[in-house]
């Protein structure tokens, strides 16, 4: 059975920063494009960035760019998001995804991690 | 920048159909965006119903369809039930390993 558990969230100041884990399990982690998407109190889903299976491409969206970074450790089945320069509006469920295919969106999903960004 | 529409909000009669589209401010949306579907109910993780444009996930019901009309991707519920009332999200990708996802609909089943 496909699990992804993500971890890390919580409470942290404006300009500070917080590294998100997600831990994959029943799948062969490798073969999957993984995913950062977040969804912000009472708001809809939004993608955040993501990783192709080697690492060889990566994207980010524009409301993170040069403040997120997505990366993998194939050897570790994990997945992470380093989010330095945290925001209000960073505020959110951040969930992490999996998919088989390069040109997919998520096909399985964690439960979330929430992330919130106050003083 | 590129935005997906959705429709906020839509009503279906138990048994009946309903079509929810997922469309782009400028442009047609076509396979090549490999759109998906995602279901969302309050306060879960989103599952997902369909992926490249019209594959369904493991253990999703086939009353759930996916499909392009016209210039927009669609999900067809054919026989909706009293527990398809959910969120439901489009996604499109968008090239260079980037995604978008669409509004959502709200989808109420009465």
């Known amino acids: 059975e496909v699990q992804l558990v993500e971890s890390g969230g919580g409470l942290v100041q404006p300009g500070r920063s917080l590294r998100l884990s997600c831990a994959a399990s029943?799948?062969?982690?490798?073969?999957?494009?993984m995913h950062w998407v977040r969804q912000a109190p009472g708001k809809g889903l939004e993608w955040v960035s993501s990783i192709s299976w080697a690492s060889a491409n990566i994207g980010h969206a524009d409301s993170v760019k040069g403040r997120f970074t997505i990366s993998r450790d194939n050897a570790k089945n994990s997945l992470f998001l380093q989010m330095d320069s945290l925001r209000g509006e960073d505020t959110a469920l951040y969930y992490c995804?999996?998919?088989?295919?390069?040109?997919?969106?998520?096909?399985?999903w964690g439960p979330g991690t929430l992330v919130t960004v106050s003083s | 920048q590129t935005v997906v529409t959705q429709e906020p909000s839509f009503s279906v009669s138990p048994g009946g159909t309903v079509t929810l589209t997922c469309g782009l401010s400028?442009?047609?949306?076509?396979?090549?965006?490999?759109p998906s579907w995602h279901q969302q109910t309050p306060g879960q993780a989103p599952r997902t119903l369909i992926y490249n444009t019209n594959t369904r996930s493991s253990g999703v019901p086939d009353r759930f369809s996916g499909s392009i009309l016209g210039s927009k991707a669609a999900l067809t519920i054919t026989g909706a039930q009293a527990e398809d009332e959910s969120d439901y999200y489009c996604a499109l990708f968008m090239g260079s390993g980037t995604w978008v996802f669409g509004g959502g609909t709200k989808l109420t089943v009465l």
């Open positions: 029943g799948f062969t982690f490798d073969d999957y494009v």
């Open positions: 400028s442009g047609s949306v076509s396979t090549n965006y490999y």
């Open positions: 995804g999996a998919s088989r295919g390069y040109y997919y969106g998520p096909l399985h």
